[in-house]
């Protein structure tokens, strides 16, 4: 194979995290070159078994440092960026990162000439209150001013084996004999499959998506707060008691946790902020397509694939005898 009969190199920004690793995948199937770009290409190593040998190689790069990440981007025909965070943790803030780190993979893509997909997240608005929710806007607005095509996909909550959602209600349930129903427990969530995001993005990378366009992805189940837990909890075997949360005490409390060294917080005062305002697709994507339906993708089901990857939260393991349903 020649250079110029060489595949498209698609760079991955975020390629070893939750949602990067199955966008990494889908695109190695594609046959694309793949550069995965993060903080610590030594531990992105167990990616390489999803692509040929050769096919998937790593670089070192950090969205807080703009020199970094467009040395990262040269070369290449489509960039990814795959980075978010969901808690601040040290420098790595959502300024930092996905406001001016959303900035700087646009610049950098915009510098190499190519072309850009952006994951970003339903709820994204720059005059949120919310500094996930309102940095994770103005990362958009900076993603169009400096590349006008580029594709933004805005999922709901993502689930999937190593996702942060039903893993963290299961272990919370394995610990505690309360569960808390925060601000009630009817905000609405739309979980959307790993993989259906990652499908979109290398959908995107093909180049069939509408230049310029903003998707929302959500799943089929349209679940309150309250849903997703007992879902959980029936998924896993467990009874617990369910007991309303007061959004207000359960900011203090995120407050609280957030200060504490050397422990990933349960909630925090930020998420609480999140849970005031629904997290679905909404009517106006429905309408023009801009969706997983409208992309002809028939979403994963949570109940095909949650009670594999939560069967160790089970109060005997695989072993536990679950009640049959009807």
């Known amino acids: 194979m020649t250079l110029a009969n060489l595949p498209p190199l698609v760079t991955v920004f975020g390629g070893s995290g939750f949602v990067g690793r199955y966008v990494v995948g889908a695109l190695a199937k ?52 795959c980075v978010g965070l969901l808690f601040e943790s040290g420098k790595n803030t959502f300024l930092a990162v996905q406001d001016k780190g959303a900035a700087a993979v646009a610049a950098a893509a915009r510098a190499a000439g190519a072309k850009l997909t952006h994951v970003s997240a339903i709820g994204a608005d720059a005059s949120s209150s919310s500094a996930y929710a309102s940095t994770k806007g103005r990362a958009e607005k900076a993603v169009l001013e400096a590349v006008p095509d580029a594709v933004i996909l805005r999922p709901s909550v993502v689930f999937g084996p190593e996702d942060d959602f039903f893993n963290k209600f299961a272990a919370m349930a394995r610990l505690f004999p309360v569960l808390p129903l925060i601000g009630g427990g009817q905000t609405k969530f739309q979980p959307v499959y790993a993989g259906d995001v990652a499908e979109v993005v290398a959908r995107s990378v093909d180049g069939t998506l509408k230049p310029g366009a903003v998707y929302e992805l959500g799943g089929e189940d349209v679940l309150s707060f309250e849903d997703c837990l007992k879902l959980v909890l029936k998924t896993i075997g467990r009874k617990r008691v369910l007991v309303t949360l007061p959004f207000g005490l359960a900011s203090l409390i995120g407050r609280i946790a957030e200060k504490i060294p050397l422990i990933t917080p349960p909630i925090t005062a930020d998420q609480v902020e999140l849970l005031h305002k629904d997290n679905v697709v909404s009517a106006a994507a429905k309408e023009a397509g801009l969706t997983l339906e409208g992309l002809g993708i028939a979403p994963v089901l949570i109940s095909s694939i949650l009670p594999d990857y939560t069967v160790h939260f089970r109060p005997q393991g695989q072993f536990t005898r679950m009640a049959k349903t009807a």
């Open 30 to 81: 594609r046959g694309y070159r793949i550069r995965v770009a993060c903080r610590r290409p030594d531990l992105a190593l167990f990616l390489q078994p999803l692509g040929n040998v050769g096919q998937i190689s790593f670089v070192q790069a950090n969205l807080r440092y703009p020199e970094s990440v467009a040395k990262a981007a040269e070369g290449s025909d489509h960039i990814v960026n």
